[in-house]
């Protein structure tokens, strides 16, 4: 929703670009819907979905993602051509620092800069939500803290994943996290949901030892009882409890 600064969380390989290659229509699912403004664009091939979503979505890869035979200004202006109310490209360009740079091809650019122009290529579309993969890589600190500021002050969404903690803890209103191919919602930042899943954690580590516990006791009863004729039936209800425990 609008306002809403969310971060992905969970270890590597847990899927967290994936989800945001899906939901920016570079991935399709293997099952279940993409819903935006109430229409399950999953169905779209991918031409169809460049002409229906428009500016819903732009999108900052890990690695940028150029096209290299086109200027930083050209690469600008591609992302730029399907929507109506873009930004003017110039002014996008000055807004990352590379007004100066315009005319060169990524190659000519260091990695830094040619994150700008991803960046850049993003905003110009004026999207809906903000699907940033580690947006932050290559930045140096100056234009690190020029993005926080942008975030902070953004109209719209952003989906955003970082392993850089100091950055998403001041951006990030909203926390996902995924793990054990689970998504649990959390609102706050990230200290917050550190405590919070300190103590979720905490709480499940009890209740497995305490589970861990009732599956011994149960055991060690059924191997007791189990070849008795008068404790069978009691032996043979327990291990079915334990055959359906999770």
């Keep these: 929703e609008k306002g809403e600064f ?3 969380l969970g270890p590597s390989g847990a899927g967290k670009s994936t989800v945001l290659n899906i939901l920016g229509g570079m991935d399709s699912c293997d099952e279940g819907q993409i819903i935006i403004d109430g229409v399950d664009i999953s169905k779209y091939n991918s031409k169809q979905l460049t002409k229906y979503r428009r500016n819903d979505v732009g999108f900052v890869f890990q690695f940028y993602n150029l096209v290299q035979n086109l200027t930083a200004r050209e690469n600008v202006e ?4 399907i929507v109506t109310n873009a930004l003017d490209i110039d002014e996008t360009l ?3 620092g590379l007004e100066h740079r315009k005319n060169n091809f990524p190659a000519q650019l260091s990695g830094g800069e040619q994150q700008r122009v991803a960046i850049a290529r993003a905003l110009a579309k004026r999207p809906d939500i903000l699907l940033l993969d580690e947006p932050t890589n290559y930045l140096d600190e100056e234009h690190i ?4 500021r942008y975030l902070l002050d953004y109209e719209n969404a952003f989906i955003l994943i970082s392993h850089d903690i100091p950055f998403l803890n001041e951006v990030v209103n909203i926390i996902y996290h995924m793990e054990n191919q689970e998504l649990n919602r959390y609102v706050g930042d990230y200290d917050h949901f550190q ?3 300190a103590v979720k954690k905490a709480q499940l580590e009890a209740a497995y030892r305490r589970q861990q516990q009732e599956i011994n006791e149960l055991k060690d009863f059924v191997a007791r ?3 008795r004729v008068s404790t069978r039936n ?3 209800s327990r291990q079915k409890k334990l055959d359906k425990m999770d």
Excluded: G, R, T
Excluded at 78 to 81: F, N
């Design 6 to 8: 969310v971060i992905i």
């Design 234 to 236: 009691m032996a043979m």
């Design 78 to 81: 591609l992302a730029s051509q």
């Design 94 to 96: 000055k807004l990352v």
């Design 225 to 227: 009882n189990k070849a």
């Design 145 to 148: 803290a020029w993005l926080k």
């Design 195 to 197: 405590e919070v899943y």
